[in-house]
């Protein structure tokens, strides 16, 4: 018994330690990656997503990434107007966690123009989510969902479940001459259970609450769909998209049909390179041009 204690004990003071360390990388990449300070423009766009927003993919995420490329791209093109593209440099986050830091964004930048290209991380994130919002009446099931909210908040936890991802995130490869389906388990067949369907039902409410808190703001908002396509997140952005009557920039289909477009994205062969997210502004570039949103 003496000894099946040590072992527990060992184990707890571990994971309390991988914890902890896990907690520690995490405050200094918020220091070593602060939100840009300078928020004086004459045209402010921000651009809200997680880490294909900031840039993972890269040799320089905060100098590659889509936002600084679409920066340099409108600069090009108003060399009168001082137009700043801020980002967000969290990776991970899910809508719940974004929705949440928006007001502020919105307060310390004063947006004309908002970049939505979120909710990719809902179906293995639920930190700070709003899952409760949708489960209020089954004792059973709310304790089940508060305790999977509390495990969320554990770094090591995050971390395991990634792991436990791995293997297909950086292995499956991209089918693009299948004009029918993109082989790869982000084509959402995969993960289509109970909880998975809450994750996105939770990335619906949270993306229109963002595209009120704009509209309350007058900011015009512009709703994009990833470079790769999750079949369910899709249906959510449809859907939202449809109810707030805005359109969805469709960046899928740009990365789909153009010729070897597995050399538009990284090794994880989800995020983009260089080049993908030159693509990716590319897009978002010339519908801003088309629909007049900068005057």
Same mark, same amino acid.
């Given at each position: 018994m003496k000894k099946i204690f040590l072992i527990l004990l060992g184990l707890v003071i571990s994971l309390v330690l991988i914890e902890l360390t896990l907690r520690i990388l995490g405050f200094g990449y918020k220091i070593r990656y602060k939100l840009p300070e300078e928020t004086t423009s004459d045209y402010s766009i921000f651009c809200i997503g997680e880490s294909s927003t900031w840039g993972i993919g890269t040799d320089n995420p905060t100098r590659d990434n889509y936002p600084k490329q679409l920066e340099a791209m409108l600069g090009e093109q108003f060399p009168d107007k001082k137009i700043r593209c801020y980002f967000d440099v969290t990776i991970g986050q899910n809508t719940s966690e974004i929705l949440f830091k928006l007001p502020g964004y919105i307060k310390k930048y004063h947006p004309n123009i908002i970049i939505l290209m979120v909710g990719a991380n809902n179906f293995w994130n639920l930190d700070r989510g709003n899952i409760l919002v949708f489960n209020k009446n089954e004792t059973v099931s709310q304790t089940?969902?508060?305790? #999977?909210?509390?495990? !969320?908040?554990?770094?090591?936890?995050?971390?395991?479940?990634?792991?436990? @991802?791995?293997?297909? @995130? /950086?292995? &499956?490869?991209?089918? /693009?001459?299948?004009? !029918?389906?993109?082989?790869?388990?982000? *084509?959402?067949?995969? =993960?289509?259970?109970?909880?998975?369907?809450?994750? =996105?039902?939770?990335? &619906?409410? *949270?993306?229109?609450?963002?595209?009120?808190?704009?509209? &309350?703001?007058q900011i015009s908002v512009i709703l994009c769909s =990833?470079?790769?396509?999750? &079949?369910? #997140?899709?249906?959510?952005?449809?859907?939202?998209?449809?109810?707030?009557?805005?359109?969805? #920039?469709? !960046?899928?289909?740009?990365?789909?049909?153009?010729?070897?477009?597995?050399? =538009?994205?990284?090794? *994880?062969?989800?995020?983009?390179?260089?080049?993908? /997210?030159? #693509?990716?502004?590319? !897009?978002i570039y010339l519908y801003l041009i088309k629909n007049e949103l900068i005057k």
């Open positions: 089940a969902l508060k305790t #999977l909210f509390f495990l !969320n908040k554990l770094r090591i936890w995050k971390l395991a479940r990634f792991i436990r @991802l791995s293997p297909n @995130l /950086y292995k &499956e490869k991209w089918d /693009y001459s299948d004009k !029918n389906r993109v082989k790869s388990f982000w *084509d959402g067949k995969s =993960y289509q259970g109970k909880l998975d369907r809450i994750a =996105y039902t939770i990335a &619906e409410h *949270d993306i229109s609450e963002m595209i009120k808190i704009c509209r &309350e703001n =990833y470079p790769i396509k999750d &079949e369910l #997140l899709h249906e959510v952005h449809m859907k939202v998209a449809q109810k707030h009557n805005i359109s969805l #920039l469709d !960046n899928h289909t740009i990365f789909k049909n153009i010729p070897d477009a597995c050399s =538009y994205l990284s090794k *994880d062969m989800w995020h983009p390179n260089k080049k993908g /997210y030159a #693509l990716l502004a590319k !897009n």
